[in-house]
Nanobody
Framework: QVQLVESGGGLVQAGGSLRLSCAASGNTFSSNAIEWYRQAPGKQRELVARISSGGVTVYLTSVKGRFTISRDNAKNTAYLQMNSLKPEDTAVYYC??????????WGQGTQVTVSS
């Protein structure tokens, strides 16, 4: 069983930065891929960034060059550094731990609001 707790969301002006954290319980963190999703009101949840257990990263095209996903296995924590934020980045951001057998554990989400 894995429990995830996101933090770091908030209200920021356009052009600003936020760093989201995803703290995981359990002892399987290092073997899980970590994904950040977001869901804006009235829209489907979308994958924003992913980091494999080996550190390979993938990004949504619209956030490439602005967002950086990373992980610290010693701290059982993953991060999403978000720079040059835009109003269209406003959403609830969710952390997902994906196990080797493709099972997902979700966090409760953290709200990010970018004002213009």
């Amino acid at each position: 069983q894995v429990q995830l707790v996101e933090s770091g969301g908030g209200l920021v002006q356009a052009g600003g930065s936020l760093r989201l954290s995803c703290a995981a319980s359990g002892n399987t963190f290092s073997s899980n891929a970590i994904e950040w999703y977001r869901q804006a009101p009235g829209k489907q949840r979308e994958l924003v960034a992913r980091i494999s257990s080996g550190g390979v990263t993938v990004y949504l095209t619209s956030v490439k060059g602005r967002f950086t996903i990373s992980r610290d296995n010693a701290k059982n924590t993953a991060y999403l550094q978000m720079n040059s934020l835009k109003p269209e980045d406003t959403a609830v951001y969710y952390c997902n731990a994906r196990t080797l057998d493709n099972y997902s554990y979700w966090g409760q989400g953290t709200q990010v609001t970018v004002s213009s």
